[in-house]
């Protein structure tokens, strides 16, 4: 059985303004580095085998800065992977966040993301980013988890790593929380620095059985 510790990573200047970010990257806030350091505290004392991330510089920072808490620090290692980037809103980057999921949820009934992920299936909001970016070159359902998925045959195949560190991004962890967990609510969604908690049996079953924590 393995056990990935989920954590978003800390609060960025995007995160701050309230705009879209999901390939594009801006740096950790004073309180973003403050929330990864508390996230390393409540980690410390896990030995994790691996440390994985998202290879977008917030979640890597985020990573670097909890894994320099950890017991195993001094032989731990980190692979960042595109595989565990955010979703791509294409059109949509640096966005006003409520401008955009207006844009996104207007014609369909919905003038914020809170009722878009309140009443539809992330799949279907995937969906209908794609098709409101006037280029469609944001991420549908069908290309975001081709991508998500080579990262989780990636943690399946890590023999002998039984706890592992992997730092993403919101609505990728809010996409986990839909996938994998028991009727999960998606709003709120996971808060900057928390804490979810994934199981994956040899066989390939994953379980959510905790989200959205500040600590263990």
Known sequence: MKRIYVVRHGQTYIN???????????????????????AGEALKD????????????????????IMKHNVNKD????LASPFFREQFYGYFEGLDSEMAWRMIGGSHGYATRQELFAHESIDTIKDWIKDA???HDAENAEEYWARLDKGFKLISQLDGAENILLVTHGFTIRSLWY????NIP??????NASITIMTMSDKGEIKIPSWNKMHL
Request: charge should be negative.
């Open 16 to 38: 701050r303004y309230n705009k879209m970010q999901g390939w594009c990257d801006t740096p950790l806030t004073e309180p973003g580095i403050e929330g990864a350091e508390k």
């Open 46 to 65: 896990v030995p994790f085998d691996i440390a994985l991330s998202s290879d977008l510089k917030r979640a890597s920072d985020t990573c670097e800065i």
């Open 75 to 78: 032989e731990l290692q980190h």
């Open 133 to 135: 970016d006037p280029y």
């Open 179 to 182: 996938r994998y967990g028991d």
């Open 186 to 191: 998606l709003v709120p969604g996971p808060r």
